[in-house]
């Protein structure tokens, strides 16, 4: 169980009469990474934030990082990193800026702060583009430094909200290496995405239909135990059979 960094049991959330997520149960372990997959209005992005914090379930169980949703949710904040579709970063602030604006709400200050900043810039080869504004650089870039400063401050897990939408193939290609590298350093990485091929990449994989989780597995075992040679094909059999959308 210490390799466990999420656990959910019989996890609901309802809005009046609505319910959103269904009574789901799943394990996310250390370095892993784990799909989160389902159609819009699947229940998805409710279960995301709860986990992340922002939002408190119904009833069953859940602890992110060792620490309760119900009553840790401050601790849990500290513990992941997040990165949205929109990458999170300020086009009208410098890529120096934005790395120590996020770096400080991660709880980095100083020398620590300044320390980080620079190893960063210079991972990425950004010396030259440090000063410039978020606003200029090529969406790919973007997406990288967004990446980067979310796991800033090494959490044990970051979540990727469809981090790779909008972004051409070469590029998520190359975003997914990043990734890998987050991951082989004992980051567990959270992903959901509408990119069948890219659930390919991920260890395992649940995927949600009408707030329930449907399937979970490696992406293999589900290609298998769906008689289809693809994530997409696994994906479409359930997902014909959702009663709702958003």
């Keep these: 169980m210490t390799d466990t960094v999420i656990h959910t049991n019989g996890l609901t959330r309802k809005f009046g009469d609505f319910i959103a997520v269904n009574a789901i149960s799943f394990e996310v372990k ?3 990474i784990f799909g989160f997959l389902g159609a819009n209005g699947a229940g998805k992005t409710t279960a995301m934030k709860i986990l992340c914090g922002l939002l408190s379930p119904s009833s069953g169980e859940a602890k992110v990082a060792g620490y309760d ?4 949710n401050e601790s849990i904040k500290k513990h992941i990193g997040y990165m949205s579709q929109k990458f999170s970063l300020y086009e009208n602030l410098k890529v120096r800026e934005n790395i120590k604006f996020y770096g400080g709400i991660y709880g980095l200050r100083g020398a620590d702060l300044n320390q980080k900043t620079e190893q960063l810039i210079n991972r990425l080869g950004l010396e030259n583009e440090a000063d410039k504004l978020v606003g200029s650089l090529p969406l790919g870039w973007k997406q990288k430094i967004a990446f ?3 796991i800033l401050h090494k959490p044990k ?3 990727l909200d469809e981090p790779t939408g909008g972004v051409d193939p070469v ?3 190359q975003f997914w290496d990043l990734i890998y590298e987050a991951a082989n350093e004992g980051i567990t990485v959270f992903v959901t995405t509408h990119y069948m091929d ?3 990449y991920c260890d395992r994989v649940s995927i949600m239909v009408d707030g329930s989780i449907a399937a979970l597995d490696t992406p293999e075992k589900l290609k298998e135990q769906f008689k289809t040679n693809s994530m997409e094909g696994v994906f479409l059999q359930l997902a014909r059979n959702a009663k ?3």
Excluded at 69 to 72: R, S
Aim: charged fraction near 35%; proline fraction near 0%.
């Design 148 to 150: 980067s400063v979310a």
């Design 171 to 173: 590029t998520r290609r």
């Design 198 to 200: 890219e659930a390919e």
């Design 157 to 159: 897990i970051v979540f």
């Design 69 to 72: 949703v119900y009553t840790q």
């Design 30 to 32: 250390k370095g892993e």
């Design 244 to 246: 709702r959308s958003e």
